[in-house]
Every structure is written in structure tokens, then in C-alpha cells.
């Protein structure tokens, strides 16, 4: 009889291993259109998350280019609310391939995919190639509802991928994510789940709504974008966040648009907010990076109409400038809307028809962002998750002053001393950033020269960075 159990048993596990192997088989990418040769596998498809609304998150997963069975997990979200994780963090930013002009794609030399095996996940339902069949789900989603989505995704993944259950996992994204990452962290710790989560990373992230919104403003003024007069009327008539609280609530005051509005005509259309030192995409074709730039603006001024939202000073011409494509957004839209693309993803449209850079359907509950989610960070580092929050130091919408003082907060709050004592850090023979480190377990660093979006603007920089972060060693110094 026991020799019957054992028999059937083996024949159960046989079944289930040739299973979880037609899974993979079916979502591994076989070469994308335009692909150099490379010696890493690649996959990407849906995780179900929930089968009565046939909601579907999808996933780009990269291995690591070398020893992907030694290396860590990282699951990678971006913000917006509602951007994609595919589109900005993998072919943007620090995935291993960028599209170019000519229909290709070149190898990304500054890869995270060196230093980890990454996950790129487009969610909540409703960005990117992630659906809800049932649409109705897109009229109202809030922060609570993505992390338990984000959740099952990782759960039902990992059977999928069983080699990665037992790796040691971070989670990181930026921007909005600044609610993303440490709310999904918080949730796999609570529900006790078998993840060997090790720590996240958040960069210019959202975390406490007055603090990071007004640091704007003297962002502003310290850079030279406005006058002394404006950053005054600012300062004393309406600041960044009391304006985008009357935003949210529809009742914005004479006051406060007349400040806006002086702000705006000196900041001129033709600086980039993310990078206000960085060149802006001269392109007739424009409608993709506008959805990003407007969806992204109205996350912080969702009043504003579309004629102030418009970017249409810009004529035709393709530039890269310093090594940085700065029409890269563009291109990589181009290139997810290619059907042969798609293809190659296993990807589908469902309920649009383009994809998109952020989301055109998806109604989220704005007033998740008044909500700080410091409290959840300083939780994260109280449980011994390692920290790091990182800044591009051009970005004005999340700017660094707002961040580093937060970051500051948390350590004060937990009586954390400086283990590390403000500093450079160093990339190559150039400064790279400046750092701070508390206790074990808490670090802040700046990345010099980079947007909101670091690793698309400092792809080297943000590299080490990354590097340093998951292997616990301090960044370099002289």
C-alpha cells in the first residue's frame, strides 16, 4: 500500500513539474523584433488576479544576464498613479534593451538586470497591457486595492516561477510608488507569507504630502525657474500644497491660480519639471509624451486644462543629448503599439485601443495622496527591512530637500544614530551623489544630475546605486 502512495505521489509531482514547465514555456519570449543577441532569458505574460472580474496584471521578467540563480528578486513599479512599469522602468530607464529611430532595440549597458533578476509589473488593472474585463473596476481604484492585487500577482507568480520563492526579494519603484512599495511590503509582512523579503527601495517618492509638495516651490526659487517676487507670493498666498489640496477638492481659489499661473509663465513650456536641467523631446509626435507629461502633472494639479497642459512649442527633430535619448518615451510607445511586438510579449489590448505610456481609462481615488505613507517606511526599517530612499537631484516635482528631510524624520522618530555622516559618493573619479545612513538599516543618497526618473538620466550612477544597495556595501568615497 505504501508503496502505492509513493508511486501515485511521484506521479503527482511529475504532473506538477510538467505543468509549472508548459506555464513557462508559454510565456517565455522566444527573441523581441529588433533584439541583439543575448545569452539571458526573458519572459512576460498574465497572472490572473481575480477570475470573476477577469482582471489581469501583466509582467516583463528579465533574468539576471549572468548567475540569474545566485542573484536576487527585485519586482520594479513605477507611478504615476497609473504609468507603466514596462514601458518607463524597463525601456526607459534600466531594463536591458532602449528602442531607437530605426525600429531596433540596442542593449542598455547600465542594465539593472546585471546585478539582479527583474520584474516589471504594470499595474493596477487598467495600465499598460494590464486589464479588467469587467471596466467598471477602472471607476474607482484606490492604494489598498492595488497592494492586495500586487499581492496575489507575487503569489500566483512565484508558482509559476517556484526557482524565485526562496531568493532574497526587494521591491522598488518611484514616484507615486512611494506609496506602491512600502504599502505592498507592509502587506506581505502582514499576511505572513513565505517571501524572503529583504527590503525595498523607493526613488523621488511620494511620502508625505505638504513636505514634498512645498519643496517644490523652493526648488523652484533655488534653482532660478521663478523670482524672488513669486516665490514670496508662494510662500505667503498659496504654496504648492494648499493648491493641489483645492485641486483635489474641485475649489481652487483666485488666489491660488493667479500664484499658479505666475509660476507657470516663468517656468516656460520648454523646461522639463522631472529634469530641469535636461533637454526636452523636440518631436512632431508628440501625443505619447503628452499623456505622460499631463497625466503625471495632473496627479499634482488635476484642475489644470488642457490648453495649459499642452506641449505644442516643439517641432520635428530627434536629439540625444549627452549620451541621454531624450525622445526615448516616445520611442518606446512607438514600439509597444508595433503588433509584431506584442506578439512577441504575449501581450494583448483589451478594452483600448494603443498602448499607452499611462494610463487613458483608469479613475484613481486622488485622495490616497494626501495620505502619508512615512509612518508605513518607518515601520519597514522598525522590522529590519533594509531602506534606501534615493533622489534625482533635478526633479522638481519630488525634490530631494523634501525627501531628505523626511528620511531625517524617520530616523529621529526611531532614535536611529548617523552611522554613516553626510557625504559624496563617488562614480568613477566623479561625485555621483551625496549619502546618509542611519543605523543599519535606513540610507539616503542622492544621485547628481538625474531626473525623477534617475536610471533614464544617470544611467551609471544609478547603477552603482543599485548595486551597492543589494549587496548592504557603503558607496564608494575617494
Known amino acids: 500500500m505504501q508503496q ?3 508511486a501515485w505521489m511521484a506521479i503527482a509531482l511529475i504532473f506538477l513539474c510538467s505543468r509549472t ?5 508559454a510565456d517565455r519570449i522566444v527573441r523581441l523584433p529588433g533584439q541583439p543577441p543575448v545569452s539571458f532569458q526573458q519572459f512576460s505574460g498574465y497572472i490572473t488576479v481575480d477570475e470573476k472580474q477577469h482582471r489581469s496584471l501583466f509582467y516583463y521578467f528579465v533574468e539576471a544576464e549572468t548567475s540569474p540563480a545566485s542573484k536576487p528578486l527585485v519586482l520594479w513599479l513605477n507611478g504615476g498613479p497609473g504609468c507603466s512599469s514596462v514601458g518607463v522602468g524597463a525601456f526607459v530607464e534600466h531594463g536591458p534593451f532602449r528602442p531607437t529611430t530605426g525600429n531596433n532595440l540596442v542593449r542598455n549597458e547600465y542594465s539593472w538586470n546585471k546585478e539582479a533578476n527583474m520584474l516589471y509589473l504594470e499595474s493596477p488593472a487598467g495600465v499598460g497591457f494590464s486589464y479588467s474585463a469587467n471596466q467598471t473596476f477602472y471607476s474607482y481604484v484606490n492604494d489598498e486595492m492595488t497592494a492586495r492585487d500586487n499581492l496575489v500577482f507575487l503569489r500566483r507568480w512565484f508558482v509559476k516561477f517556484p526557482q524565485y520563492k526562496q531568493r ?3 521591491i522598488a519603484g518611484e514616484s507615486y510608488a512611494g506609496h506602491y512599495v512600502p504599502q505592498l511590503a507592509q502587506l506581505i509582512i502582514r499576511s505572513k507569507v513565505n517571501f524572503n523579503l529583504k527590503g525595498i527601495a523607493i526613488g523621488n517618492p511620494l511620502l508625505e504630502f505638504n513636505t514634498d509638495l512645498n519643496a517644490q516651490d523652493h526648488f523652484y526659487w533655488s534653482h532660478g525657474l521663478i523670482s524672488d517676487s513669486t516665490y514670496q ?3 505667503s498666498v498659496c504654496n504648492s500644497s494648499k493648491l493641489m489640496r483645492e485641486a483635489l477638492t474641485g475649489t481652487v481659489s ?5 500664484v499658479y499661473t505666475l509660476v507657470q509663465k516663468e517656468l516656460s513650456e520648454s523646461i522639463d519639471p522631472y529634469d530641469v536641467t535636461g533637454d526636452i523631446c523636440l518631436s512632431s509626435n508628440q501625443s505619447q509624451l503628452k499623456i505622460f507629461n499631463q497625466q503625471l502633472l495632473r496627479s499634482r494639479l488635476p484642475y489644470l486644462s488642457p490648453q495649459v497642459l499642452e506641449l505644442d512649442s516643439v517641432k520635428q527633430q530627434q536629439q ?3 549620451k541621454v535619448d531624450v525622445c526615448l518615451l516616445e520611442e518606446t510607445t512607438n514600439y509597444l503599439n508595433r503588433k509584431d511586438v506584442q506578439m512577441a510579449l504575449h501581450a494583448r489590448l483589451v478594452g483600448v485601443t494603443n498602448w499607452h505610456v499611462c494610463s487613458v481609462v483608469l479613475e484613481y481615488d486622488r485622495s490616497n495622496e494626501e495620505r502619508p505613507t512615512i509612518h508605513v517606511v518607518r515601520s519597514l526599517v522598525k522590522s529590519g527591512l533594509a531602506v534606501l530612499v534615493y533622489s534625482g537631484d533635478q526633479d522638481s516635482i519630488i525634490a530631494f530637500t523634501g525627501t531628505r528631510s523626511l528620511v531625517s524624520k524617520i530616523a529621529k522618530d526611531l532614535r536611529l544614530k548617523t ?4 557625504r559624496a559618493w563617488l562614480s568613477g573619479n566623479q561625485v555621483g551623489g551625496w549619502t546618509q545612513v542611519y543605523g543599519d538599516n535606513l540610507s539616503f543618497a542622492t544621485i547628481r544630475g538625474a531626473s525623477h526618473t534617475a536610471p533614464s538620466t544617470q544611467p551609471k550612477r544609478s547603477l552603482l546605486l543599485f548595486k551597492s544597495f543589494l549587496e548592504k556595501k557603503p558607496l564608494p568615497t575617494a
Open 4 to 6: 502505492f502512495i509513493q
Open 168 to 170: 532574497d526579494f526587494f
Open 233 to 235: 507670493l508662494l510662500t
Open 254 to 258: 483666485s488666489a491660488c491660480l493667479g
Open 419 to 422: 552611522t554613516v555622516p553626510y
Open 320 to 322: 540625444v543629448m549627452g
Open 21 to 25: 514547465e508548459s506555464l513557462l514555456e
